[in-house]
């Protein structure tokens, strides 16, 4: 009888399950601390993860993938100089991976609304970087079910400048892709005063939050001509598009960044996973002859072009540079302005269906959207 309980015990020890080759892969999970590295009242932290190869603003222009939430009762050490928090973040897929994070001091970062899922003037900014020398960001790579427990977080800079709060010069900015000179829109900046959040408008600015748009012509340090374009400057244009090539040309590196995305609505449909982005330039002129390079300066309002060539993304995740304007959607088009603080703000937005919490604010400017036709 003992004989038989070991080669059952035995047996039991070589015994593997069968493997299902449709079941769904492992899940990861990331945990560890954050630092707040300055001794001031703390607030909820919000933890963010990113797709390492489509890296957030102002690198990219990816959205986070998940996030987790730290109250501001869970960090220890006050008075010390640095705080900390625990934060966990379960149901990982397997890949590379940012881990960032924003102290939401003021209470209106909302990740799932896009008119407050970005950080405010005052909130702290961090991520898990390399060194504390660079504070370059560091991936996090995990596959088969891991288990990563620290990964640390600092929270080490203070934003002071406002998200780019911005209204068309019309309510709806209609372009006409079959006349190339109709590609010009105007941008806005403004102050909100919603329910949902209120930014301050340029009018307001103080030396310790910095409204409107934050300008800054990217420039060659000893001639000062502006750099090309990060985009238009470097691609190829095939023959045939004389129109691209001549964008191309006056297309320079400036801040802020503004993206058109096309929203699938008033026209073809997209598919899941597939989507349209393009860049617009800034009114050449005015880069060259009005604006000082290389230095940080606000400004109320941008002169833009919308370019007809996008990146099509398709539902497979290939992606093509279309230059064809002929094969763009028409359509709505989204319009997100990237500040280089990384603070962001897109049009058209959930404000238009809450009350404005001031006669002189009107919510419907933010439900506005580019049109082309």
Known sequence: M???????????????APLDPNAPPALNSLSGSVLLA?????????????????????????????????????????????????????????????????????????????SNAGATCGDWAGAHVADLISQEIAPVTVSGGTRIDQVTVLLGRQYTTERPAFSFGDNTALLDFQAFTDLDFDLLSTGIESDLIQIASPAEATEACLTGFLTLVEADAETGEPLPHWVYGSVEVPSGYPEAAILQQVAYAVWPRVFASYTGVGGPPLLPGESWTSEAVHDPDTVTEAWPPNTYFPNSSLNMTFVPAALHTLPDGSQEFVFDREALPRGEWAVTVISPSGQTWTLPNEIAAYPSTSPDFDPLSQGARLYVQ
């Open 2 to 16: 003992r004989l038989l309980s070991l080669c059952m015990l035995a047996t039991a020890c070589d015994y593997q």
């Open 38 to 114: 300055a001794d001031v009242p703390t607030a909820d932290v919000l933890v963010l993860l990113y797709d390492a190869a489509d890296p957030p603003p102002p690198a990219g222009t990816g959205s986070p993938l998940s996030f987790a939430t730290i109250p501001a009762s869970e960090f220890t050490g006050e008075g010390a100089g640095v705080q900390s928090a625990p934060f966990h973040l379960t149901r990982v897929p397997d890949g590379s991976f940012l881990v960032v994070a924003v102290m939401d001091v003021d209470d209106d970062f909302l990740p799932l609304l896009t």
